[in-house]
T-cell receptor, first 113, second 111 residues
Framework: SQQGEEDPQALSIQEGENATMNCSYKTSINNLQWYRQNSGRGLVHLIL?????REKHSGRLRVTLDTSKKSSSLLITASRAADTASYFC?????????????FGTGTRLKVLA | EPEVTQTPSHQVTQMGQEVILRCVPISNHLYFYWYRQILGQKVEFLVSFYNNEISEKSEIFDDQFSVERPDGSNFTLKIRSTKLEDSAMYFCASSFGGLNTFGSGTRLTVV
């Protein structure tokens, strides 16, 4: 599999439920970011977690990072219909020397009202 | 908050035509990038640019693509002789040396 695989690929939940998305990566990282993208639109930065951090919160978002397992999860609590979007993780590639980002395949979240 | 600006937001071009996508990175950033996202797929790295030259490029970035920083503020991606499969969202990003800040993208439609 490639750097930045996410699961599930698609997730459908009822409004008010929690949504959990996972991201796995292969190489060492300095930081990992989560982005949201509404269909056909730009990337909205949600949260950044650095390699020396294990958990971060921002409003209804909670991100965890397990560098030993090379994985991260994004939890959206009390979901709303407006949370319907695709969610991507992106990792930097410190060994490349260029600070490029490698994106995951994304999870398409649908929140039903 | 400083932002990366991309123009145009949407461009439609005929197959075989040349297009130039424009970006204004954050002023004190040193690294510049282009990424591509085909509809329904993930965002893919195309090229990075540092110190007025390409520092890394992906397999996607073939001879039909070129990048330029023509002045102190703009960063452009040129696609020569566009193909239907070049239709995608193109994102510009810049960084000081770490965190990438992304522009809102240019949707390129090749007809």
């Amino acid at each position: 599999s490639q750097q930045g695989e996410e699961d599930p690929q698609a997730l459908s939940i009822q409004e008010g439920e929690n949504a959990t998305m996972n991201c796995s990566y292969k190489t060492s990282i300095n930081n990992l970011q989560w982005y949201r993208q509404n269909s056909g639109r730009g990337l909205v930065h949600l949260i950044l977690i650095r390699s020396n951090e294990r958990e971060k919160h921002s409003g209804r978002l909670r991100v965890t990072l397990d560098t030993s397992k090379k994985s991260s999860s994004l939890l959206i609590t009390a979901s709303r219909a407006a949370d319907t979007a695709s969610y991507f993780c992106a990792t930097d590639a410190p060994t490349s020397g260029t600070y490029k980002y490698i994106f995951g395949t994304g999870t398409r979240l649908k929140v039903l009202a | 908050e400083p932002e990366v600006t991309q123009t145009p937001s949407h461009q439609v071009t005929q197959m075989g035509q040349e297009v130039i996508l424009r970006c204004v990175p954050i002023s004190n950033h040193l690294y510049f990038y282009w990424y591509r996202q085909i509809l329904g797929q993930k965002v893919e790295f195309l090229v990075s640019f540092y110190n007025n030259e390409i520092s890394e490029k992906s397999e996607i970035f073939d001879d039909q693509f070129s990048v330029e920083r023509p002045d102190g503020s703009n960063f452009t991606l040129k696609i020569r002789s566009t193909k239907l499969e070049d239709s995608a969202m193109y994102f510009c990003a810049s960084s000081f040396g770490g965190l990438n800040t992304f522009g809102s993208g240019t949707r390129l439609t090749v007809v």
